[in-house]
């Protein structure tokens, strides 16, 4: 099954009706009031993208299964669901029958997931959030909700927060909801419609547009140089305090490109906050590693300088959109404007 129930470039046409059924892609049974219906074909078969309906389970045994492997529970996913532990185990075992695999181990009180029910529930659980987020997209033309962009508080602060007002300009009216997190975008979570994320190359996806390169660089409180002449190389770092983020990752990729990955600072400080270890190097409490892009006041003001032209490309803030979901237009509009707004930086791609 793939792991997408409705493919959202296949909908045709949206019906509000209660009591109507999600049939395009074979999908059948009532959620949440809302409907996808199809373009008037009396049958999706042989249509590219589409699933036949005889190979699609019940959505309700689905999201039955969902909930009991999520509780590794009956009783549970029975409460969450609010129906009786007899019925979900019902629809449990039709579910087995239909599929032809059994999906859980059941040992005494113990609750497992087999192989099969491994594969089956990762898939369930994007193609169930994919169909909500669908169903809020539609929902939010009433209720208005604000925008949900999630983003790093450092980025939130010396980036995006001076830009607003342009964007408020541009589009009057447009209701925003920041969410400052260091965390990754949990796009299940329906209230966020996009991030802003400091991904590394190597995690970069398919739904991650590039909008400001890391360059990470050490930064340092101008005094720190103060009779080093030029002669500043990275193995004089072993004089001073190195301000780490909750780990030494970075810093010691940052040591190994400048050639002295065996240097020993004279003191380490971790600080998990990265306004708090910016604002430790501007007081002159050791060198920190900072994107060049977001020290730009503290350069102009010279309460921070980059003695160094080595930087660490590993990482950059990247706009992430939900994966597997149909894109909103106010998605659209704010992924744009913030594109648009790094190009004057010379940052985002064309």
Same mark, same amino acid.
């Given at each position: 099954?793939?792991?997408?129930?409705?493919?959202?470039?296949?909908?045709?046409?949206?019906?509000?009706?209660?009591?109507?059924?999600?049939?395009?892609?074979? @999908?059948?049974?009532?959620?949440?009031?809302?409907?996808?219906?199809?373009?008037?074909?009396?049958?999706?078969?042989?249509?590219?993208? =589409?699933?036949?309906?005889?190979?699609?389970?019940?959505?309700?045994?689905?999201?039955?299964?969902?909930?009991?492997?999520?509780?590794?529970?009956?009783?549970?996913?029975?409460?969450?669901?609010?129906?009786?532990?007899?019925?979900?185990?019902?629809?449990?075992? %039709?579910?087995?029958?239909?599929?032809?695999?059994?999906?859980?181990? !059941?040992?005494?009180?113990?609750? =497992?997931?087999?192989?099969?029910?491994? @594969?089956?529930?990762?898939? @369930?659980? *994007?193609?169930?959030?994919?169909?909500? !987020?669908?169903?809020?997209?539609?929902?939010?033309?009433?209720?208005?909700? #604000?925008?949900? +962009?999630?983003? !790093?508080?450092?980025?939130?602060?010396?980036?995006?927060?001076?830009?607003?007002?342009?964007?408020?300009? %541009?589009?009057?009216?447009?209701?925003?909801? +920041?969410?400052?997190? /260091?965390?990754?975008?949990?796009?299940?979570?329906?209230?966020?419609?996009? &991030?802003?994320?400091?991904?590394?190359?190597?995690?970069? %996806?398919?739904?991650?547009?590039?909008?400001?390169?890391?360059?990470?660089? #050490?930064?340092?409180?101008?005094?720190?140089?103060?009779?080093?002449?030029?002669?500043? *190389?990275?193995?004089?770092?072993?004089?001073?305090?190195?301000?780490?983020?909750?780990? =030494?990752?970075?810093?010691?990729?940052?040591?190994?490109?400048?050639?002295?990955?065996?240097?020993?600072?004279?003191? /380490?400080?971790?600080?998990?906050? =990265?306004?708090?270890?910016?604002?430790?190097?501007?007081?002159? *409490?050791?060198?920190?590693?900072?994107?060049?892009?977001?020290?730009?006041? *503290? &350069?102009?003001?010279?309460?921070?300088?980059?003695?160094?032209?080595?930087?660490?490309?590993?990482?950059?803030?990247?706009?992430?959109?939900?994966?597997?979901? @149909?894109?909103?237009?106010?998605?659209?509009?704010?992924?744009?404007?913030?594109?648009?707004?790094?190009?004057?930086?010379?940052?985002?791609?064309?």
């Amino acid at each position: 099954m793939p792991a997408n129930l409705i493919d959202p470039a296949n909908i045709v046409s949206l019906n509000l009706p209660r009591d109507e059924i999600f049939s395009r892609n074979g @999908v059948t049974g009532p959620v949440n009031g809302f409907s996808l219906a199809g373009s008037g074909h009396d049958s999706d078969e042989g249509l590219p993208g =589409t699933m036949p309906t005889r190979d699609v389970a019940s959505l309700n045994a689905l999201k039955t299964f969902e909930a009991v492997a999520r509780h590794q529970s009956f009783t549970q996913g029975a409460e969450e669901l609010g129906v009786t532990q007899s019925a979900a185990s019902h629809q449990i075992r %039709k579910l087995e029958e239909d599929l032809g695999a059994s999906l859980f181990d !059941r040992k005494g009180r113990a609750l =497992t997931l087999t192989t099969a029910g491994e @594969v089956l529930r990762s898939a @369930v659980r *994007e193609g169930l959030t994919t169909i909500a !987020r669908a169903v809020d997209l539609v929902r939010s033309n009433k209720i208005n909700r #604000p925008f949900g +962009l999630h983003v !790093r508080p450092h980025f939130a602060l010396k980036w995006l927060a001076p830009r607003l007002v342009r964007l408020w300009e %541009k589009h009057p009216g447009f209701d925003l909801r +920041l969410q400052h997190s /260091n965390l990754p975008a949990d796009f299940s979570d329906r209230t966020i419609d996009l &991030a802003i994320e400091w991904l590394h190359a190597d995690d970069v %996806k398919a739904n991650a547009s590039l909008l400001l390169e890391g360059k990470l660089t #050490p930064a340092c409180h101008p005094s720190l140089l103060e009779n080093r002449g030029l002669a500043f *190389e990275p193995e004089d770092l072993a004089d001073f305090a190195l301000l780490h983020e909750a780990d =030494t990752e970075s810093w010691c990729a940052w040591l190994a490109s400048a050639g002295v990955a065996d240097l020993t600072a004279q003191r /380490n400080h971790f600080f998990d906050d =990265t306004n708090v270890r910016q604002e430790a190097a501007t007081r002159g *409490e050791g060198f920190a590693l900072v994107c060049p892009a977001l020290i730009k006041d *503290e &350069a102009a003001a010279g309460s921070l300088v980059c003695p160094f032209d080595i930087h660490l490309d590993t990482y950059a803030y990247y706009v992430v959109t939900p994966q597997h979901s @149909v894109e909103s237009s106010s998605a659209r509009i704010v992924k744009k404007w913030l594109l648009v707004e790094a190009r004057k930086d010379g940052q985002a791609r064309p």
